[in-house]
Nanobody, 114 residues
Framework: VQLQASGGGLVQPGGSLRLSCAASGIIFSINTMRWYRQAPGKQRELVAFITSGGMTNYINSVKGRFTISRDNAKNTVYLQMGSLKPEDTAVYYC?????????WGQGTQVTVSS
């Protein structure tokens, strides 16, 4: 199983970024996919997930600003992030629970700063 995350970068407050995570080695279409983040000195936290049926959920701090989506034809999950705040600065990881294991991408840095 491989998860390849991309799309991070430096953005000003109020800006937008779209993260992508391409998956291989799993039956993507039936798999729940998750985005986590970890800020310096803080625990990793679940930001959003999307089920195989398209149901989504978000932590309160990103509701209305972030949107998780998936393209089963491309085996890719996305995290569209808008109205970014400095407190969104973190390394973002995609995650796939699959056959009793948790698989992680390599992480992509998002820095929100003026």
């Amino acid at each position: 199983v491989q998860l390849q995350a991309s799309g991070g970068g430096l953005v000003q407050p109020g800006g937008s970024l779209r993260l992508s995570c391409a998956a291989s080695g799993i039956i993507f279409s039936i798999n729940t996919m998750r985005w986590y983040r970890q800020a310096p000195g803080k625990q990793r936290e679940l930001v959003a997930f999307i089920t195989s049926g398209g149901m989504t959920n978000y932590i309160n701090s990103v509701k209305g600003r972030f949107t998780i989506s998936r393209d089963n034809a491309k085996n890719t999950v996305y995290l569209q992030m808008g109205s970014l705040k400095p407190e969104d600065t973190a390394v973002y990881y995609c995650n796939a629970p699959y056959r009793g294991h948790d698989y992680w991408g390599q992480g992509t840095q998002v820095t929100v700063s003026s």
